[in-house]
Nanobody
Framework: QVQVQESGPGLVKPSQTLSLACTVS??????????WTWIRQPPGKGLEWIGY???????RYRPSLKSRTSFSGDTSKNQCTLQLNSVTPEDAAVYYC??????????WGQGIQVTVSS
C-alpha cells in the first residue's frame, strides 16, 4: 500500500524559505507517469494547487507561485521536496503531498500545518 508523509518545520519566519519533504513508501518516486503533487489549504479557504513534479524531474507550477517555488526529488531517500522562497503570512496553510496516478486516482498525505510568523 502506497503511503506519503509530509515533514518539515511547522513554523517559518517571514522572508525565509519553507522546505517540506514528502516521503513515499510502497512505491518509487521514479515510477513512470505518476505526478507528485503539492496542494495547500490556507485557513478558511479552499484547496490550492501548487504544482507537481514527475518521475523525469519535469515540473509545473501554479503561475502565481512559480517565481518562488521549486520541486526536487531525492531517489536515495525516495522523497520529493517543495521549496517556497520568501514566504509571507499568506503562505500559511496546511500543505499536502499527493500522488496522482495516470488514471487520476490520488493518494494524499495527512498534511502538515505551516505557520508563518516572526
Amino acid at each position: 500500500q502506497v503511503q506519503v508523509q509530509e515533514s518539515g518545520p511547522g513554523l517559518v519566519k517571514p522572508s525565509q524559505t519553507l522546505s517540506l519533504a514528502c516521503t513515499v513508501s510502497g512505491d518509487s518516486i521514479t515510477t513512470n507517469y505518476y505526478l507528485w503533487t503539492w496542494i495547500r489549504q490556507p485557513p478558511g479557504k479552499g484547496l490550492e494547487w501548487i504544482g507537481y513534479i514527475d518521475n523525469s524531474g519535469s515540473a509545473r507550477y501554479r503561475p502565481s507561485l512559480k517565481s518562488r517555488t521549486s520541486f526536487s526529488g531525492d531517489t536515495s531517500k525516495n522523497q520529493c521536496t517543495l521549496q517556497l522562497n520568501s514566504v509571507t503570512p499568506e503562505d500559511a496553510a496546511v500543505y499536502y503531498c499527493v500522488r496522482v496516478s495516470p488514471k487520476g486516482s490520488a493518494t494524499w498525505g495527512q498534511g502538515i500545518q505551516v505557520t508563518v510568523s516572526s
